[in-house]
């Protein structure tokens, strides 16, 4: 039985970055690439980055029952669309889902069976930082996921694995050891 790996936590504590280095020592795991309605990225691909869909879209997909979950955060909607998951799980593939907590809560209804890490940043400052870093956003947005974080922080006891973001290769190694405990438990 194909397993579902979800890697949640608040935005900029490095959930992308863990799951890329995953994948390298798991080449196995599939990656489900989410749709959004924020805009592209310079360097994101449509289709690789993300399924990058407008509002409209967006909603109608939700109202034909496309997603297995989907969110709002920081004002741009996110989601799992359900043929994205299914092809993948259909090769029998394990599948690694980088989502929001509201739609890793969505999951933990709908697939009890799925594997659940919060990733934590070692501090809300590195948070920040790390936000900050990234040039991808603009003051008003990282407010708006800096104070979105804060809610969801409060919940990661919640979920199956807690993992602190604070030496990567720590982080990637403990990871590695959930993924190949439940991997080998199949």
């Known amino acids: 039985m194909a397993r579902v ?14 799951i890329r280095r995953l994948r390298e020592s798991h080449p196995e795991l599939r990656l489900s690439v989410s749709a959004t309605t924020r805009p592209v990225r310079e360097g994101e691909e449509h289709g690789r980055d993300y399924w990058f869909l407008d509002e409209d879209e967006f909603t109608r997909r939700i109202d034909e029952g496309d997603f297995v979950e989907h969110a709002e955060y920081a004002g741009r909607r996110y989601g799992t669309l359900r043929e994205e998951l299914d092809r993948h799980l259909g090769e029998g593939a394990p599948v690694v889902l980088e989502i929001e907590v509201q739609g890793a809560r969505q999951i933990r209804e709908t697939m009890p069976e799925a594997v659940q890490v919060f990733v934590v940043p070692p501090s809300f400052e590195v948070l920040r930082q790390r936000l900050e870093g990234r040039g991808t956003d603009g003051a008003d947005t990282i407010a708006r996921r800096l104070e979105v974080s804060r809610t969801e922080l409060e919940s990661q006891h919640q979920f199956d694995h807690r993992i602190i973001n604070d030496e990567l290769e ?5 990871l590695e050891a959930i993924v190949s405990s439940q991997l080998s438990a199949t």
């Open 5 to 18: 790996f979800v890697i949640t936590g608040p935005s900029g504590v490095g959930k992308g970055t863990l």
């Open 170 to 174: 720590k982080t990637v190694a403990e």
